[in-house]
């Protein structure tokens, strides 16, 4: 479940064979945390479609690649203002070999570069920000033969120690591969001020051979990446093993097109688990149910889930098991149309998909008709498990024609995009003030004392925005309108940032949890130690 008091806006960069899962798991988790997602295409308009691409290892000397899913583009590219988003996202694939030659493409991400927004690009999309002259200077991994360019562009590469890595460096997070989604989405959310609650939920996958691609992925990276812990069982396998998936896609037929999808991995091993151990159960879709349902283990599972009354959230085919469980009885579902006849058989009263992507929740049981509702359908399961993401606002007034003239400018060590008007809320999400206390004393105080203030959050920390050119130039500008400039803790950075401490007496605070790092940062600035 999404806390929307300050509502996020971001930009997917895709292009015709891009990896399906750095795509549309991205998409469709940043959708259910209650983000605003546009996903455009140069020379595309909403509307139109992107090829994708499945991308995995071989036994051969690089990966093989097979048709995915035809992903569905809801924005228009020409139309698209960097300045009306809160963040950028570059899935890999084949398609950023050539958006890194396209002029609009790299103008682009520039604009997102030099304004200090968050960029997140995984695999080769890398190749994008080398070609905008994005990386220079900054610590970056992606997928390894990714790596020359970024050293060639002025990177500092970080080789990655598994398919999983990311690396973040200011407003820049760089992932290997999709299978380091769950970090990589996290990461980006809490860049454009997310905080995560309800943590540590702990949930069961039911799987099976040639369980809907999506359906599995989805869910299992978007539900990892709010620190769930996400176990993936199949019958008569164990931990290690793999599940094929399936691709199930609409392109104009009276039923579903199939093609082969990604290898799944399994995490745990069916007959070792404890079902009392878990909070949810999710049964994705695809071919899987229709022989899961025959398994006397898997009914057994399925009851003592529904029986407890914890979370069960199903897809599409998936309540064919329900069905067969004889669970649904008296209880208000959906699924995929081809499954009305065992719903309905089944007791339950049948709620249409109408549209397609339509989820429903009765109680503890969250059912969808397919993988187009995932937003919602991981949205519902959420809500059960209570777990939050939540994009608070910080202070009290922001105004886009900061100036170096103005009367008083506060500059917070905050996240987030707060509108006029909007007030404080505690940063680390525990409930109290303590992570906030040491900005929002100089307001109050000045305040009181009559002094006009205009109380500015430039959306990042200052780790982050001292890198931003317009703070640079707020904080050159402010001696010459001899203006006084107070700067507290890691504030510090943006002064070294904008080449103000030369020469200059300076002190720092270090508590037991800051780094010497800001230190030996202003020593080399030029700034006299105290």
């Known amino acids: 479940m999404a806390d929307n008091k300050a509502k996020r806006s971001v930009l997917l960069l895709c292009g015709d064979y891009m990896e399906e899962y750095e795509a549309m798991v991205p998409f469709q988790a940043l959708l259910a945390y209650g983000v605003a997602v546009d996903a455009v295409c140069p020379g595309k308009k909403a509307g139109d479609v992107c090829r994708t691409l499945v991308q995995e290892g071989s036994v051969h000397q690089t990966n093989q690649e097979s048709p995915g899913h035809n992903f569905l583009l809801n924005a228009t590219f020409d139309e698209t203002e960097a300045r009306n988003y809160d963040g950028l996202v570059i899935p890999g694939g084949r398609a950023p070999e050539y958006l890194a030659a396209n002029e609009s493409v790299l103008d682009l991400v520039r604009k997102f570069s030099n304004s200090g927004k968050p960029i997140a690009s995984i695999c080769h999309g890398q190749l994008i920000l080398a070609a905008a002259d994005s990386v220079k200077g900054r610590k970056c991994t992606a997928y390894p033969s990714v790596g020359p360019v970024l050293i060639a562009a002025g990177a500092h590469w970080v080789e990655p120690e598994s398919l999983s890595a990311c690396v973040v460096d200011g407003n820049i997070i760089t992932g290997a591969t999709y299978k380091g989604n769950p970090e990589f989405i996290r990461l980006f959310v809490k860049a454009i001020g997310g905080t995560i609650t309800g943590l540590a939920k702990r949930i069961l996958f ?87 349902a025959l398994n006397p283990k898997v009914i057994a599972l399925v009851k003592e889930f529904m029986e407890s009354r914890k979370p069960v959230a199903s ?42 992507d339509s989820c429903f929740t009765d109680g503890n049981l969250i059912t969808g008709a397919a993988w187009l509702g995932h937003p919602e359908f991981i949205s519902q399961l959420m809500a059960l498990l209570d777990v939050k993401v939540q994009f608070y606002v910080l202070c009290g007034q922001v105004s886009c024609g900061i100036d170096a003239g103005m009367t008083s400018v506060l500059i917070y060590h905050v996240v987030g995009k707060p509108e006029m008007g909007e007030v404080l809320r505690d940063r680390d999400g525990g409930g109290d003030d303590s992570g906030d206390r040491g900005e929002m004393v100089p307001f109050q105080a000045l305040h009181a004392y009559g002094v006009a203030l205009t109380a500015c959050v430039p959306d990042r920390m200052p780790e982050m925005f001292s890198r931003q050119p317009s703070i640079k130039v707020l904080v050159i500008r402010s001696p010459s309108f001899w203006k006084a400039i107070a700067a507290i803790c890691h504030g510090q950075l943006i002064l070294e940032a904008s080449d103000f401490v030369k020469g200059r007496k300076c002190m720092l605070s270090i508590p037991y949890h800051t780094a010497l790092w800001d230190l030996y940062v202003l020593v080399d600035a030029g700034a006299c130690w105290g």
């Open 206 to 292: 039911l799987c099976g051979d040639y369980m809907e691609d999506y359906e599995v992925t989805v869910p299992s990276q978007s539900l990892q990446a709010l620190e769930c812990h996400v176990d993936a069982v199949c019958p008569k396998k164990k931990a290690g093993d793999t599940c094929p998936t399936a691709i199930h896609d609409f392109e104009g037929d009276q039923t579903y097109s199939e093609k082969p999808g990604h290898t799944f991995a399994l995490t745990a091993t069916f007959e070792d688990i404890d079902a009392s151990s878990y909070d949810a159960l999710v049964i994705p879709g695809g071919r899987a149910p229709e022989y899961l």
């Open 315 to 356: 897809m599409c085919y998936g309540q064919q098991i329900l069905s067969a469980a004889g669970v649904l009885k008296g209880k208000k579902c959906t699924a995929n149309p081809a499954v009305k006849l065992n719903v309905v058989l089944s007791g339950a009263t049948w709620l249409e998909p109408d549209p397609i």
